[in-house]
């Protein structure tokens, strides 16, 4: 399998500019989280999804982010406008809930710069 | 509440030498207890889990974890550290019955030659 798929690996893009990152899960996987690192806060949970539908999205910072998932391999987080205290590393995660002690595969990740 | 504490920013060993990255964590149920290592500019890889059964867990590229239960430890170990072992490593936790993983704060190991 060639694991969790994001894309871009790196944007950059000026303040006020709609951004989108895009993830496929491993198929077969059933559950897809997006996640976002800083050197500040660490690495935060933005939204978890089962079976495609959206479970958990409080940790989603304000409405100018989004996220969707229209089938089992592909995700999008939509941050419109950008701001740049949304420069960061976004990854995407995904795992087989339902089995005991399942873990999460991350993929490389998207660097986001807004300048 | 679930939480983790990762006590050390950084560990610093001689190549060789055994390595240790230390991990407490806080659950209300069973843990389920994860360690995973970020290389720079990729993303987390799995190493091991503990989720029951035998308290210590062997996982990828020689590394050893053990689960104490009365200490709420799960301190990672490698019996002989390799330059390549250098990276940014995170334990993780969540209740047997929930989805959300909680991460430390990471430690960064540093193995020089």
């Known amino acids: 399998d060639a694991g969790v798929i994001q894309s871009p690996r790196h944007e950059v893009t000026e303040m006020g500019q709609e951004v989108t990152l895009r993830c496929k899960p491993i198929s077969g996987h059933n559950s897809l989280f997006w996640y976002r690192q800083t050197m500040m806060r660490g690495l935060e949970l933005l939204i978890y999804f089962n079976n495609n539908v959206p479970i958990d999205d409080s940790g989603m910072p304000e409405d100018r982010f989004s996220a969707k998932m229209p089938n089992a391999s592909f995700s999008t987080l939509k941050i419109q406008p950008s701001e740049p205290r949304d420069s960061a590393v976004y990854f995407c995660?995904?795992?087989?809930?339902?089995?005991?002690?399942?873990?999460?595969?991350f993929g490389p990740g998207t660097r986001l710069t807004v300048t | 509440a679930q939480s983790v504490a990762q006590p050390e920013d950084q560990v610093n060993v001689a190549e060789g030498n055994p390595l240790t990255v230390k991990c407490t964590y806080s659950v209300s149920g069973n843990p389920y207890l994860f360690w995973y290592v970020q290389y720079p500019n990729r993303g987390l890889q799995f190493l091991l889990k503990?989720?029951?059964?035998?308290?210590l867990v062997k996982g990828s590229y020689g590394f050893e974890a053990e689960f104490n239960k009365s200490q709420t430890s799960f301190h990672l170990k490698k019996p002989s550290a390799l330059v390549s072992d250098s990276a940014l490593y995170f334990c993780a936790v969540r209740e047997s019955d929930d989805y959300k993983l909680s991460f430390g704060a990471g430690t960064t190991v540093t193995v020089r030659a």
């Open positions: 503990y989720i029951t059964g035998d308290n």
């Open positions: 995660a995904s795992s087989l809930q339902g089995l005991a002690g399942y873990e999460q595969y």
